[in-house]
């Protein structure tokens, strides 16, 4: 796969600030299909649902059971929200390189925004950043420092790199499934493209592909969102 990312370098006059306009444009796609989607599924709601109502419902059901298995739902309640559009917008974002990747010139356009490391480590970044937040929150900067020297204070460097670690492996995790699937399909492209035997002998393996890369999207989206509570909850609770 020769190609290249389409980025708009110094802008605004500023050199070290550039913009990858792939990313920018897919995060922009996957955001506007979540919404779609919510609003579409929010709109005339009834007691017996069906549709997309339905499919919302089942998954507010099933980001509710991640919670539930992770911290108290009294305390774990509020998270809701952020589990339900963590685990819907990045198995959306997964699925755009699945259906089809679009290069124009040697430029890469369209493709998962979650194969680039910058944007699943950012999100990673505001995950961690929220459960220190959300922790300082409900118990306290007291309370909460503590828990960096408990159960004994020589341990408080492992617990700062703990906290870069996690980072790294929630983001390159995401990052790593989703760009690998990406490469093979698009050699599997151009294995069909290469000919007639090559398309028949691609065919095949591109379908099954892409139904294993769709299967891998939705346990990354699942695993990302079980991780976020399982931090959360270290975080909030007392004895963190």
């Not at 708009?8 to 919404?35: E, K, Y």
């Not at 346990?219 to 270290?234: G, K």
């Amino acid at each position: 796969m020769d190609h290249k990312n389409p980025m708009w370098n110094d802008p605004f006059g500023i050199s070290w600030l550039d913009f990858n306009l792939s990313n920018i444009a897919m995060m922009l796609v996957a955001s506007t299909i979540v919404f779609i989607v919510a609003t579409l599924a929010a709109r005339n709601l009834q007691r017996k649902p069906t549709g997309l109502q339905n499919f919302m419902e089942w998954l507010i059901d099933f980001v509710k059971g991640i919670i539930d298995s992770t911290m108290d739902w009294n305390t774990g309640k509020r998270f809701l929200p952020l589990g339900l559009t963590l685990i819907f917008y990045i198995f959306v974002a997964n699925m755009l390189g699945v259906i089809t990747i679009v290069s124009f010139d040697h430029y890469l356009w369209w493709k998962s925004p979650t194969s680039d490391p910058s944007i699943t480590l950012t999100l990673a970044a505001m995950v961690v950043i929220l459960t220190h937040y959300y922790g300082i929150k409900l118990n306290g900067v007291k309370e909460y420092g503590k828990g960096f020297f408990q159960p004994m204070w020589f341990l408080f460097p492992l617990k700062l790199i703990e906290e870069f670690a996690n980072t790294l492996t929630l983001g390159l995790r995401l990052y790593g499934n989703i760009f690998a699937g990406e490469v093979l399909l698009g050699m599997l492209a151009a294995l069909m493209t290469s000919g007639a035997f090559g398309a028949i002998g691609g065919a095949l393996p591109m379908l099954a592909w892409q139904a294993f890369s769709t299967f891998v999207g939705a346990i990354q989206a699942f695993i990302f969102t079980m991780l976020t509570m399982v931090y959360m909850a270290h975080k909030v609770s007392h004895d963190h």
